[in-house]
């Protein structure tokens, strides 16, 4: 059986971000929460596919909040590089908003989950019932691999994208920490009013 406490899920958000976040939680763009101030960071055609694209279970992908089982995700090199029609945005500006598995399963939130990049033909999608078995489903080695182009597995990048989706918004108590790129990214969010234990440094959790 999954230890569902320990599974962290990790979304990257823009520090401009967070006080809202603090206040709503993380909110779809469509909720009555929204922020409408928000920085967005990450590819915006992107996006706008994953908004129309069909999941098995009639929904569309864009209905739900996507987080990531880890870190140094290829995403994230892009957004820091400036890849691929990106804005790139310094690394102390990108905030890493911490939960758990069971934090969402404590909160009755609603989600599914998946052994890879959501969008691409070769993924599978699953859903609550079958939560007990995730660490057979997802390919932690993939997910904390550090790079991901290996001639000798092509899909890797893949099954290192996995991607947990919750349906609702996420509310304020549903936020287990924070992690930052430095101690500048730090102070700033001790101003929003986060407690110093909630913040954690790990610049190698960034390119």
């Known amino acids: 059986m999954a230890q569902l406490n320990k599974r962290k899920l990790f979304r990257m958000l823009h520090i401009e971000n967070i006080p809202h976040v603090l206040q709503y939680g993380v909110t779809h763009t469509l909720s009555p929460n929204a922020n409408k101030n928000y920085v967005p960071i990450g590819d915006s055609s992107l996006i706008s596919n994953r908004?129309?694209?069909?999941?098995p279970n009639g929904k569309k992908l864009g209905d739900y909040i996507p987080f990531y089982f880890?870190?140094?995700m290829p995403m994230l090199y892009v957004i820091q590089n400036g890849f691929n029609m990106v804005k790139a945005v310094s690394p102390e500006q990108i905030v890493y908003c911490v939960t758990s598995v069971q934090t969402i399963i404590d909160q009755g939130l609603s989600f599914i989950f998946t052994n890879g990049h959501a969008v691409?033909?070769?993924?599978?999608f699953f859903d609550?019932?079958?939560?007990?078995n995730?660490?057979?489903i997802i390919d932690q080695k993939a997910i904390m691999a550090k790079y991901w182009k290996d001639d000798q597995d092509l899909d890797l990048k893949r099954r290192k994208e996995a991607e947990f989706l919750v349906e609702p918004d996420?509310?304020?108590n549903t936020i287990n920490g924070w992690v930052v790129y430095d101690n500048h990214a730090k102070s700033k969010l001790n101003t929003f009013g986060i407690d110093e234990?909630?913040?954690?440094?790990?610049?190698e959790f960034y390119f």
């Not at 691409?120 to 599978?124: F, K, N, Q």
């Not at 609550?128 to 007990?132: A, F, P, S």
């Open 51 to 55: 908004n129309q694209f069909a999941l």
């Open 70 to 72: 880890g870190v140094r």
């Open 120 to 124: 691409d033909g070769l993924t599978e």
């Open 128 to 132: 609550q019932k079958d939560i007990g």
């Open 134 to 136: 995730l660490d057979h």
């Open 170 to 172: 996420l509310p304020p």
């Open 197 to 203: 234990h909630l913040i954690v440094v790990k610049p």
